[in-house]
């Protein structure tokens, strides 16, 4: 009981920091729209985006043990062996270890969150207008080219440690029956599909701003997307 008021309170530090980190982006720039410029709303965008997105991929509710159970342990861990069939095919024990993993893959989108962040506020943006009258996801795509591998390589050894150290047994169970991969080949596949839900529902989120900017409450995005790629 105590591990999963921790697990909670950690998640809600961690979204109060998202916030946090949103007001940095705040400061103005120096053109036109009462002194914002539109790379300000080009970050804005992508920083709202991943805001959302971050918030949604750790919040409770089963969205990390929706992706596991869709994409399967089997596929999400690269495994085969013996001990890994055995395991898998007893519902019980696959329905534990898809809770364990899900815990596991929320702790990469954690470590993955501050990166984001500090990307979107430093990234040179060449061609703002581009970005602005782009296509639903022209920013996240940018922002995903920009970035490479950087999320994954952040994760691998953070999803490793997790996995060395989780509370459920049969976490490590299943790692000591794998054949033909170690823990950090795990993570190294844990990581890519952590990565791909990153972006996947980052483009989600500003697909949702470009289509309602009212509902963000933003001026500068209110003013820059409301006018229907006028720039």
Do not use: H
Not at 71 to 85: E, K, P
Not at 117 to 146: E, H, K, M, W
Not at 196 to 222: K, Q
């Amino acid at each position: 009981m105590t591990e999963i008021a921790d697990f909670t309170s950690n998640r809600r530090r961690f979204i109060a920091g998202l916030g946090a980190s949103g007001a940095l982006l705040a400061l103005p720039a120096c053109e036109s729209m009462g002194g914002y410029s539109l790379v300000d709303a080009v970050r804005r965008l992508l920083y709202l985006s991943s805001e959302r997105a971050f918030a949604r991929l750790v919040a409770p509710g089963g969205f990390w043990d929706e992706q596991v159970a869709a994409i399967g342990l089997q596929n999400l861990l690269g495994a085969r062996g013996g001990v890994v069939s055995t395991i898998l095919t007893s519902a019980l024990f696959r329905d534990r270890l898809q809770d364990a993993f899900a815990d596991i893959a929320i702790q990469g989108a954690e470590r993955a969150a501050p990166i984001v962040t500090d990307a979107v506020r430093v990234i040179g943006i060449q061609n703002a207008v581009a970005l602005i009258n782009g296509g639903p996801t022209a920013a996240t795509g940018f922002l995903r080219d920009s970035m490479g591998t950087t999320l994954i390589e952040a994760m691998v050894p953070e999803l490793g440690q997790a996995m060395r150290i989780a509370q459920e047994p049969l976490v490590g169970e299943l790692l000591a029956g794998l054949t033909g991969i170690d823990v950090s080949g795990v993570a190294q596949n844990i990581s890519r599909s952590v990565d791909n839900a990153i972006w996947r529902e980052m483009g989600v989120e500003e697909s949702a701003i470009r289509a309602n900017p009212r509902s963000t409450n933003d001026p500068l995005l209110i003013g820059v997307l409301g006018a229907g790629g006028a720039f």
